[in-house]
């Protein structure tokens, strides 16, 4: 069942709008109340809300009947992609292509000949300037390829050769040439006319399920695993998390591919400035909620290396993460970690039986990074970055074990419940 909702939730959650749309379906049938982020909130104990911020980031909190210590769960709702360019149309050799950009560190040549959706917001004109229409979109198939070049006109292929996102990577949306193509074409699926299309943030994605390999059926393999697992597990989490004391929170910032220095970025000030309306709402004090930052706890959940069988050497000698082998507990370079939140989350799964394991980078490579490093510089918190072990990192389709999904919503659920 874990695998099935997680498959579903990927085939729409298709950017960062749509993960926060499907979500808030989510948020909504368990109960959760929608609050505007400029309202003035009238918050109550027992209490189970949801906050939508800029449609890409989004925080569901719980308030308890008792006092207690803040705990809190992120994880981002972006993943690597291709951007489109304003005025995206190009015309070339019979066919009309879009005029794109890299979003995030994809591995480009994972891209090539598959199918390529189409989603994100599109703002139109409205009788206020200062506040444009705006609709979600998404194509809901493809309507697009990347097609690649043949070895026998790139010879050198298998060994390595650059992609170049100007020249590769732009997506053949049809034969045949016609100036604003793409345009029309959006403003026909979205029933308004042409001229009022202002502006739009839309993104090319891998649009293809995921499915199920392996001689024993034990590998997951889908496009956005990185990280639609850490997303609908922090949301599996507070929903069924049952504490009656302290503040849950569960909060998917946007950007995280891109550095996270955006306004709804985990290197902004926009989760401090929410917290902040929670704790006031409750008629506590700022105070209050810098004593609870110092004494509380975050997890930074986010998608980890798994082992390559055929490069183990690219692994640490001895700290090696395996598919379907439980939750990975990064304690090396610029992930966020402590003595003391390692020890809390090793108790968590020993009580409850989760499979965990520990990664530490190859000592001899840069590694990489989550949001928990930068989430923890703006709220000085007791941090520490976990998340499922996966193959192929920022590949068009990734692959993790079939497991480890249920291994990780266990975790968090208990996190939001001892």
């Not at 706890?297 to 798994?306: K, Q």
């Not at 001895?318 to 003595?339: C, F, H, M, S, W």
Request: glycine share 10%; net charge negative.
């Amino acid at each position: 069942m874990t695998i099935r909702k997680l498959n579903s939730f990927i085939s729409k959650a298709t950017c960062s709008y749509m993960v926060v749309e499907e979500v808030s379906n989510y948020l909504e049938n368990a109960g959760f109340i929608a609050l505007n982020v400029v309202d003035e909130w009238k918050l109550a104990k027992n209490g189970r809300y949801y906050v939508k911020i800029y449609d890409t980031s989004l925080m569901a909190f719980t308030v308890g009947e008792k006092e207690g210590k803040l705990r809190i769960a992120a994880a981002h709702t972006d993943s690597p992609a291709l951007k489109i360019k304003a005025s995206p149309d190009m015309l070339s050799e019979g066919c009309t292509r879009l005029n794109v950009e890299g979003y995030g560190g994809a591995v480009l040549h994972s891209w090539f000949n598959r199918p390529i959706g189409i989603s994100g917001k599109v703002f139109l004109k409205g009788e206020d300037i200062f506040t444009p229409v705006s609709m979600k979109f998404d194509s809901g198939e493809g309507i697009g390829i990347i097609p690649e070049l043949a070895i026998h006109m790139n010879r050198e292929v298998n060994k390595g050769v650059e992609v170049s996102i100007a020249k590769d990577m732009l997506p053949v949306l049809c034969t045949g040439t016609e100036e604003e193509g793409f345009e029309k074409y959006l403003a026909s699926k979205l029933n308004v006319s042409r001229e009022d299309i202002l502006s739009y943030e839309l993104y090319a994605y891998i649009c293809e399920s995921g499915e199920i390999t392996g001689l024993n059926k034990e590998f997951y393999v889908a496009p956005r695993l990185d990280n639609l697992t850490s997303s609908l597990a922090c949301i599996e989490g507070i929903i069924n998390g049952n504490r009656d004391e302290g503040i849950n929170v569960s909060v998917l910032f946007d950007n995280e591919e891109i550095g996270s220095a955006t306004k709804q970025g985990a290197g902004s000030q926009m989760f401090s400035m929410v917290m902040e309306k929670i704790y006031l709402s409750l008629g506590y004090s700022r105070e209050r909620l810098i004593n609870d930052y110092f004494d509380g706890m975050m997890l930074s959940v986010d998608v980890a290396h798994g082992v390559n069988p055929n490069r183990p050497e690219k692994s640490d000698n001895i700290n090696k993460v395996r598919l379907n082998e439980g939750i990975v507990i990064k304690t090396t370079g610029t992930y966020a970690y402590d003595g003391k939140s390692i020890s809390i989350i090793k108790g968590l799964c020993e009580k409850y039986d989760i499979k965990y394991q520990i990664f530490t980078k190859q000592s001899d490579s840069r590694g990489g990074g989550t949001l928990g490093a930068i989430a923890d510089t703006m709220v000085p918190m007791s941090t520490l970055d976990i998340g499922v072990p996966i193959w192929g990192m920022h590949s068009a389709k990734e692959i993790m074990g079939i497991k480890d999904q249920k291994y990780l919503e266990e975790l968090v659920k208990h996190f939001f419940s001892e």
